[in-house]
């Protein structure tokens, strides 16, 4: 389908949603008019009473002329100045793609590359070109793959793709703001009508009587009608919409293919789910560890550091490429599966250029480590900007560290303030404590609870699952057991870790370990062991716990 044709076909899909608020009104008009005729003037006041409210959307709907701008994508715009042989590459690639070259390039902290353009009248005339590429997504690919990237997003502006959604995007955007006030509308009505019911509900229990159940069954029905009429239309839209897209990416891919490489295109499909996944555990794992505790990697690391996991599980990462995910088609999905767009690629002719030579697509960049904190300033919230930074191995244990003493803190406070062999903390109070010899006094209050054996009384106050809960007899006493060598290993270890005698240890390539202090790995299972048998012996613990 033509550009033309596309833009024929958006149109008229933008028009049917003003069509299908007319009819609406106009049925709500009709049913004004026949209570008017025939009903009784309550019933008659009533139905012009709900006929304004449901016209009241529509209305709204119909007159939302303009389309909100995104301000979500934001970025660094970078010169030809700054970026010369970035430029000096789309500008090649947009040339043999066919189309005008972007008039701005934005560096961004996604894993991701998109264009977008600032059409005029409804996408009819064209305007601000914008690409938008995501560090993260350099740092993953070679030179080759990044080229065949950026010319699949330029095949977009050479098909029109980015004019023309404009309008296709207006429609979804006033289908599904009308759709939201109909179940906002809904959802206040059951709201109003529960607070009725439990009212009167409340009234009936002071006057001793039984209270009914509430009962909104049926409540704000009208309203749920009139958003599943427009949801429905709007799943007809993404139907008729959605299946250009699949078309448009296909054709992206197949224009990348002739400019950059079969083989290359084909790698670089292969390769973005692996980077994907991969970003998403670098974020969660790494980070933000320590974004609860005020804590962020260095300046720059926070959206760079993602290339130091990608060359450290390099051999790791070439394995998910064989695979691809299975991704289940449907008619809403906006890009075809991976799979069907490496199958369709990977199928044509040898084009020779399988040999060609290759490095990171950082080269293209003049100053990454420039770029890296320009973004992570552009993009970051200012309270994050404000967070302590740490180099990677101090971040890990201090985060690592933090997160144990939080998840201790139940547990310490079931144990209540330290007494016993802790009792010289009153000399001058728990206050003028630091952390660590805090910890270690209610370490000692835990086996002090031991010794005297009322320790089992603190499994009550600890989370337990389903069937620890459930159980009775020697399965209860083997679960709590269990429940409380694990709470006491883990408040060890962190008093171990807060005092500096074990450290968490950094790594790109392994999940983050505890270096414990020498003997202490052979000594301490069987200290715990020890220390919650039938007959308890402390002994062991609290000589670990004193030495170094």
Do not use: C
């Not at 899909?13 to 106009?26: K, S, T, V």
């Not at 409804?122 to 350099?138: Q, S």
């Not at 560890?289 to 300046?299: C, I, Q």
């Not at 399988?354 to 904190?373: C, I, N, Q, V």
């Amino acid at each position: 389908m033509g550009a033309t044709l596309r833009a024929l076909r958006a149109l008229v899909l933008l028009a049917g949603f003003h069509l299908l608020g007319l009819l609406l009104l106009a049925l709500l008009g009709a049913l004004d008019w026949v209570a008017w005729r025939w009903a009784p003037a309550v019933w008659a006041l009533k139905t012009y009473a709900v006929s304004l409210l449901l016209a009241v959307p529509v209305v709204r709907g119909m007159l939302m002329l303009r389309t909100p701008r995104d301000e979500g994508v934001g970025g660094v715009p970078v010169t030809e100045a700054e970026e010369p042989r970035l430029w000096a590459a789309v500008r090649e690639l947009a040339a043999l793609v066919g189309t005008r070259a972007p008039d701005e390039i934005r560096l961004t902290a996604d894993m991701n590359a998109a264009v977008t353009e600032d059409a005029r009248l409804l996408g009819l005339l064209g305007g601000t070109r914008r690409l938008y590429l995501g560090l993260p997504l350099v740092a993953g690919l070679s030179e080759a793959r990044l080229r065949a990237v950026l010319a699949h997003e330029l095949g977009h502006y050479a098909h029109s793709d980015t004019r023309l959604s404009g309008i296709t995007e207006r429609s979804r955007l006033h289908v599904a703001r009308t759709v939201e006030r109909f179940e906002e509308k809904a959802g206040l009505k059951v709201a109003r009508e529960r607070a009725r019911q439990e009212r009167k509900s409340a009234r009936r229990v002071a006057k001793g009587r039984t209270a009914r159940k509430v009962d909104t069954t049926g409540v704000g029905l009208t309203y749920r009608v009139m958003a599943r009429i427009y949801t429905e239309y709007g799943r007809f839209s993404l139907r008729a919409t959605l299946s250009d897209s699949r078309r448009q990416e296909s054709a992206a891919d197949l224009a990348a293919a002739r400019i950059a490489g079969r083989d290359a295109t084909a790698s670089a499909l292969r390769a973005l789910p692996a980077l994907d996944a991969a970003h998403e555990f670098y974020l969660n794992a790494y980070a933000t560890l320590g974004v609860e505790f005020g804590m962020l990697p260095p300046r720059g690391e926070v959206f760079g550091g993602v290339r130091h996991l990608l060359e450290a599980r390099a051999e790791e990462l070439a394995g998910t490429h064989v695979e691809l995910p299975a991704e289940p088609a449907t008619p809403y999905d906006s890009h075809p599966p991976t799979a069907e767009r490496v199958a369709t690629i990977e199928s044509l002719p040898d084009d020779g250029r399988a040999a060609e030579a290759d490095r990171p697509a950082f080269a293209l960049l003049a100053s990454p480590e420039k770029a890296l904190p320009e973004v992570e300033d552009a993009t970051l919230a200012p309270e994050a900007l404000r967070m302590r930074r740490l180099d990677w191995p101090d971040l890990v244990h201090e985060a690592m560290t933090a997160r144990y003493v939080r998840d201790t803190e139940e547990l310490r406070e079931a144990l209540g303030e330290p007494t016993g062999a802790a009792g010289a903390a009153g000399l001058y109070g728990l206050d003028g404590l630091d952390q660590a010899e805090r910890l270690r006094l209610e370490v000692e209050a835990f086996l002090d609870a031991v010794d005297a054996g009322t320790v089992w009384g603190l499994v009550d106050r600890l989370p337990q699952s389903e069937e620890a809960a459930a159980a009775t007899g020697r399965a209860a006493r083997e679960f709590a057991r269990s429940s409380l060598r694990r709470e006491l290993a883990r408040l060890l270890t962190t008093v171990l870790a807060v005092d500096g005698r074990a450290r968490w240890q950094f790594s790109w390539s392994a999940p983050t370990s505890l270096l414990l202090p020498d003997g202490y790995a052979e000594e301490l299972p069987a200290a715990l062991d020890a220390a919650i048998a039938d007959r308890p012996d402390t002994e062991r613990l609290r000589t670990l716990l004193a030495a170094g």
